[in-house]
Protein backbone atom coordinates (compact mmCIF):
# COMPACT_ATOMS: atom_id res chain seq x y z
CA UNK A 1 0.00 0.00 0.00
CA UNK A 2 1.54 3.36 -1.09
CA UNK A 3 1.82 5.61 1.69
CA UNK A 4 0.09 9.32 2.12
CA UNK A 5 3.34 10.49 1.93
CA UNK A 6 4.71 8.66 -1.35
CA UNK A 7 6.41 10.92 -4.62
CA UNK A 8 3.26 10.61 -6.89
CA UNK A 9 2.91 12.22 -10.39
CA UNK A 10 -0.75 12.17 -11.14
CA UNK A 11 -0.68 15.09 -14.06
CA UNK A 12 1.59 15.03 -17.07
CA UNK A 13 1.28 15.59 -20.60
CA UNK A 14 2.89 13.83 -23.55
CA UNK A 15 3.04 14.62 -27.37
CA UNK A 16 -0.18 12.45 -28.06
CA UNK A 17 -1.82 15.77 -27.00
CA UNK A 18 0.44 18.59 -26.23
CA UNK A 19 3.38 17.74 -24.54
CA UNK A 20 6.58 17.45 -25.87
CA UNK A 21 8.30 14.34 -24.98
CA UNK A 22 6.99 10.39 -26.13
CA UNK A 23 4.96 8.91 -23.43
CA UNK A 24 8.19 6.24 -22.99
CA UNK A 25 10.54 9.24 -22.52
CA UNK A 26 7.98 10.59 -19.60
CA UNK A 27 8.15 7.43 -17.54
CA UNK A 28 11.74 7.03 -18.21
CA UNK A 29 12.08 10.82 -16.58
CA UNK A 30 9.22 10.01 -14.13
CA UNK A 31 11.59 6.67 -12.71
CA UNK A 32 15.06 8.90 -13.20
CA UNK A 33 12.99 11.99 -10.66
CA UNK A 34 11.99 8.82 -8.14
CA UNK A 35 8.13 9.47 -9.19
CA UNK A 36 6.54 6.24 -6.81
CA UNK A 37 3.31 6.56 -8.94
CA UNK A 38 3.18 7.84 -12.49
CA UNK A 39 -0.42 8.70 -14.52
CA UNK A 40 -0.26 9.70 -18.10
CA UNK A 41 -3.10 12.48 -18.46
CA UNK A 42 -3.33 13.27 -22.05
CA UNK A 43 -6.17 16.37 -23.19
CA UNK A 44 -9.29 14.76 -23.79
CA UNK A 45 -7.43 11.43 -24.67
CA UNK A 46 -6.52 7.83 -24.06
CA UNK A 47 -4.43 7.35 -27.28
CA UNK A 48 -1.05 6.78 -25.04
CA UNK A 49 -2.11 4.87 -22.21
CA UNK A 50 -1.40 1.26 -23.75
CA UNK A 51 1.86 2.64 -24.31
CA UNK A 52 2.32 4.79 -20.88
CA UNK A 53 1.53 1.48 -19.39
CA UNK A 54 4.01 -0.43 -21.29
CA UNK A 55 6.83 2.01 -20.42
CA UNK A 56 5.95 2.04 -16.86
CA UNK A 57 5.80 -1.83 -16.81
CA UNK A 58 9.14 -2.18 -18.04
CA UNK A 59 10.32 -0.23 -15.82
CA UNK A 60 9.00 -1.31 -12.62
CA UNK A 61 6.61 1.84 -12.46
CA UNK A 62 3.51 1.72 -10.35
CA UNK A 63 0.94 3.01 -12.97
CA UNK A 64 -2.62 4.24 -12.95
CA UNK A 65 -4.52 5.29 -16.60
CA UNK A 66 -5.09 9.24 -16.40
CA UNK A 67 -6.81 11.52 -18.71
CA UNK A 68 -7.57 15.39 -18.57
CA UNK A 69 -11.21 16.20 -20.06
CA UNK A 70 -11.97 20.01 -20.92
CA UNK A 71 -15.23 20.96 -19.47
CA UNK A 72 -17.12 24.32 -19.85
CA UNK A 73 -18.76 25.85 -16.31
CA UNK A 74 -19.87 29.48 -15.71
CA UNK A 75 -18.14 30.66 -18.94
CA UNK A 76 -14.97 28.86 -17.83
CA UNK A 77 -12.46 26.08 -19.12
CA UNK A 78 -12.00 24.00 -15.92
CA UNK A 79 -9.95 20.58 -16.47
CA UNK A 80 -11.44 17.46 -14.69
CA UNK A 81 -8.49 14.51 -14.48
CA UNK A 82 -10.15 11.02 -14.32
CA UNK A 83 -7.46 8.55 -12.69
CA UNK A 84 -7.20 4.63 -12.24
CA UNK A 85 -10.10 4.35 -15.53
CA UNK A 86 -10.59 1.38 -18.03
CA UNK A 87 -8.77 3.12 -20.79
CA UNK A 88 -10.92 0.85 -24.02
CA UNK A 89 -14.14 2.08 -22.26
CA UNK A 90 -16.56 2.41 -24.79
CA UNK A 91 -18.19 5.35 -23.34
CA UNK A 92 -15.22 7.03 -22.28
CA UNK A 93 -13.41 6.66 -25.74
CA UNK A 94 -16.75 8.01 -27.69
CA UNK A 95 -16.80 11.36 -25.16
CA UNK A 96 -12.88 11.89 -25.24
CA UNK A 97 -13.35 12.13 -29.28
CA UNK A 98 -16.82 13.84 -29.24
CA UNK A 99 -14.72 16.79 -26.91
CA UNK A 100 -11.77 16.85 -29.32
CA UNK A 101 -13.97 17.35 -32.29
CA UNK A 102 -14.29 21.32 -33.41
CA UNK A 103 -10.43 21.64 -32.57
CA UNK A 104 -9.09 22.11 -35.97
CA UNK A 105 -12.26 24.79 -36.82
CA UNK A 106 -11.02 26.91 -33.55
CA UNK A 107 -7.66 26.15 -34.50
CA UNK A 108 -8.35 27.99 -38.03
CA UNK A 109 -10.17 31.03 -36.58
CA UNK A 110 -7.19 31.46 -34.26
CA UNK A 111 -4.99 31.25 -37.06
CA UNK A 112 -6.97 33.89 -38.96
CA UNK A 113 -7.36 36.26 -36.35
CA UNK A 114 -3.49 36.20 -35.66
CA UNK A 115 -3.67 36.96 -39.24
CA UNK A 116 -5.08 40.25 -38.66
CA UNK A 117 -2.03 41.28 -36.32
CA UNK A 118 0.66 40.05 -38.33
CA UNK A 119 1.31 36.67 -37.45
CA UNK A 120 1.16 35.00 -40.45
CA UNK A 121 0.62 30.91 -41.27
CA UNK A 122 0.28 30.07 -37.58
CA UNK A 123 -2.20 27.34 -38.21
CA UNK A 124 0.39 25.37 -40.62
CA UNK A 125 2.84 26.81 -37.98
CA UNK A 126 1.34 25.10 -35.22
CA UNK A 127 0.44 22.11 -36.89
CA UNK A 128 4.82 20.91 -36.73
CA UNK A 129 4.23 20.64 -33.59
CA UNK A 130 1.20 18.54 -33.29
CA UNK A 131 1.64 14.91 -32.39
CA UNK A 132 -2.24 14.14 -32.41
CA UNK A 133 -3.62 16.55 -35.42
CA UNK A 134 -7.36 15.84 -33.39
CA UNK A 135 -5.81 17.53 -30.67
CA UNK A 136 -3.80 21.32 -31.75
CA UNK A 137 -4.09 23.62 -29.43
CA UNK A 138 -3.33 26.66 -28.21
CA UNK A 139 0.21 25.49 -26.52
CA UNK A 140 0.94 24.24 -30.01
CA UNK A 141 0.46 28.21 -31.54
CA UNK A 142 2.17 29.70 -28.87
CA UNK A 143 5.52 27.32 -29.92
CA UNK A 144 5.02 28.29 -33.42
CA UNK A 145 4.82 31.75 -32.25
CA UNK A 146 8.25 31.66 -30.26
CA UNK A 147 9.82 30.03 -33.27
CA UNK A 148 8.92 33.09 -35.72
CA UNK A 149 10.04 35.71 -33.40
CA UNK A 150 7.35 37.12 -32.16
CA UNK A 151 7.87 36.63 -27.86
CA UNK A 152 10.69 34.61 -26.18
CA UNK A 153 8.62 31.64 -24.52
CA UNK A 154 5.09 30.74 -24.99
CA UNK A 155 4.25 32.32 -21.61
CA UNK A 156 4.83 35.93 -22.91
CA UNK A 157 2.77 34.49 -26.02
CA UNK A 158 -0.47 33.50 -24.01
CA UNK A 159 0.13 37.09 -22.49
CA UNK A 160 0.13 38.82 -25.30
CA UNK A 161 -1.99 37.04 -28.01
CA UNK A 162 -3.43 33.38 -26.65
CA UNK A 163 -4.74 34.77 -23.03
CA UNK A 164 -9.12 35.35 -22.81
CA UNK A 165 -9.52 39.15 -24.70
CA UNK A 166 -5.88 39.13 -26.96
CA UNK A 167 -6.01 38.71 -30.76
CA UNK A 168 -5.64 34.62 -31.08
CA UNK A 169 -8.13 33.79 -28.02
CA UNK A 170 -11.33 31.68 -30.05
CA UNK A 171 -13.51 30.29 -27.06
CA UNK A 172 -14.44 26.91 -27.72
CA UNK A 173 -17.13 25.09 -25.66
CA UNK A 174 -16.20 21.53 -24.12
CA UNK A 175 -17.39 18.97 -22.73
CA UNK A 176 -20.00 19.57 -19.46
CA UNK A 177 -19.26 18.56 -16.01
CA UNK A 178 -22.09 16.22 -15.35
CA UNK A 179 -20.81 14.12 -18.70
CA UNK A 180 -17.07 14.69 -17.96
CA UNK A 181 -16.94 13.12 -13.93
CA UNK A 182 -20.06 10.52 -15.76
CA UNK A 183 -17.13 9.05 -18.53
CA UNK A 184 -14.82 8.80 -15.77
CA UNK A 185 -16.93 6.87 -13.22
CA UNK A 186 -18.23 5.27 -15.76
CA UNK A 187 -15.03 3.43 -16.56
CA UNK A 188 -14.04 2.53 -13.06
CA UNK A 189 -12.07 5.61 -12.15
CA UNK A 190 -12.18 8.61 -10.46
CA UNK A 191 -12.38 11.99 -11.44
CA UNK A 192 -10.68 15.09 -9.91
CA UNK A 193 -10.90 18.88 -10.08
CA UNK A 194 -7.14 19.89 -11.70
CA UNK A 195 -5.21 22.82 -10.54
CA UNK A 196 -8.48 24.21 -8.88
CA UNK A 197 -6.42 27.88 -8.25
CA UNK A 198 -5.87 29.09 -11.63
CA UNK A 199 -9.72 29.40 -12.48
CA UNK A 200 -10.65 32.74 -11.95
CA UNK A 201 -14.07 32.21 -10.07
CA UNK A 202 -15.66 34.07 -7.32
CA UNK A 203 -15.84 32.21 -3.80
CA UNK A 204 -19.46 31.71 -5.04
CA UNK A 205 -18.79 30.21 -8.46
CA UNK A 206 -16.01 28.02 -6.85
CA UNK A 207 -18.43 26.82 -4.44
CA UNK A 208 -20.97 25.82 -6.50
CA UNK A 209 -18.23 24.03 -8.79
CA UNK A 210 -17.35 21.77 -5.94
CA UNK A 211 -20.87 21.31 -4.81
CA UNK A 212 -21.86 19.68 -8.14
CA UNK A 213 -18.35 18.33 -9.10
CA UNK A 214 -18.97 16.40 -5.84
CA UNK A 215 -23.26 15.78 -6.49
CA UNK A 216 -21.71 14.43 -9.59
CA UNK A 217 -20.03 11.91 -8.25
CA UNK A 218 -16.45 13.71 -8.48
CA UNK A 219 -14.42 12.60 -5.20
CA UNK A 220 -11.31 14.35 -5.54
CA UNK A 221 -9.43 17.47 -5.89
CA UNK A 222 -5.70 18.50 -6.73
CA UNK A 223 -3.96 20.03 -3.98
CA UNK A 224 -0.37 20.00 -4.72
CA UNK A 225 0.17 21.02 -8.36
CA UNK A 226 2.56 23.17 -10.67
CA UNK A 227 0.44 25.88 -10.75
CA UNK A 228 -0.23 26.31 -6.86
CA UNK A 229 1.69 27.69 -4.12
CA UNK A 230 1.49 27.23 -0.31
CA UNK A 231 -1.54 29.19 0.01
CA UNK A 232 -3.60 27.05 -2.52
CA UNK A 233 -2.24 23.78 -0.99
CA UNK A 234 -3.92 25.32 2.08
CA UNK A 235 -6.53 26.43 1.13
CA UNK A 236 -7.75 23.28 -1.12
CA UNK A 237 -6.43 20.71 1.68
CA UNK A 238 -9.41 22.84 3.22
CA UNK A 239 -11.61 21.97 0.76
CA UNK A 240 -10.97 18.25 1.36
CA UNK A 241 -11.79 18.58 4.57
CA UNK A 242 -15.06 20.57 3.79
CA UNK A 243 -15.95 18.33 0.93
CA UNK A 244 -15.44 15.21 2.10
CA UNK A 245 -12.56 14.72 -1.19
CA UNK A 246 -9.55 13.16 -1.58
CA UNK A 247 -6.21 15.07 -2.25
CA UNK A 248 -4.01 14.64 -5.81
CA UNK A 249 -0.37 15.45 -6.75
CA UNK A 250 0.65 16.14 -9.86
CA UNK A 251 3.08 18.24 -11.59
CA UNK A 252 1.67 19.21 -14.91
CA UNK A 253 4.16 18.74 -16.68
CA UNK A 254 4.07 19.65 -20.69
CA UNK A 255 8.43 19.64 -21.47
CA UNK A 256 11.74 20.42 -20.15
CA UNK A 257 11.24 23.38 -22.06
CA UNK A 258 8.69 25.31 -20.50
CA UNK A 259 7.44 23.38 -17.76
CA UNK A 260 8.32 25.15 -14.11
CA UNK A 261 7.67 22.21 -12.20
CA UNK A 262 9.36 18.80 -13.25
CA UNK A 263 7.58 15.38 -12.65
CA UNK A 264 8.52 14.34 -9.47
CA UNK A 265 9.63 17.68 -8.14
CA UNK A 266 6.55 18.60 -6.07
CA UNK A 267 5.83 18.99 -2.29
CA UNK A 268 3.88 16.30 -0.68
CA UNK A 269 0.56 16.27 0.35
CA UNK A 270 -0.62 18.49 3.52
CA UNK A 271 -0.85 15.95 6.32
CA UNK A 272 -4.34 14.89 6.93
CA UNK A 273 -5.21 14.86 3.24
CA UNK A 274 -6.08 11.34 2.45
CA UNK A 275 -4.43 10.62 -0.89
CA UNK A 276 -6.53 9.76 -4.09
CA UNK A 277 -4.31 6.76 -4.37
CA UNK A 278 -5.90 5.70 -0.94
CA UNK A 279 -9.08 5.07 -3.28
CA UNK A 280 -7.30 3.25 -6.22
CA UNK A 281 -5.30 0.54 -5.02
CA UNK A 282 -6.95 -2.37 -6.67
CA UNK A 283 -6.41 -0.08 -10.23
CA UNK A 284 -2.99 0.17 -10.08
CA UNK A 285 -0.63 -1.51 -12.55
Excluded at 140 to 151: D, K, L, M, Q
Aim: charged residues 20%; aromatic residues 10%; hydrophobic residues 40%.
Amino acid sequence: MLASTSNADLHCHSNVSDGTLTPELLAQRAKNHGVELWALTDHDEVGGQARALAAAKALELPYLTGTEVSVTFAGETVHIVGLGFDHTNDALVKGLYTTRGGREERARQMSAELERVGVHGAFEGAMKYVGNPELISRTHFARYIVEAGFCADTNAVFRKYLADGKPGFVAHRWANLRDAVGWITGAGGVAVIAHPGRYRFSANEEFALFTEFKSHGGQGVEVVTGAHGPADYAKYADFCREFELVGSRGSDFHSPDESHTDLGKLPLLPTGVTPVWSLLESRIH
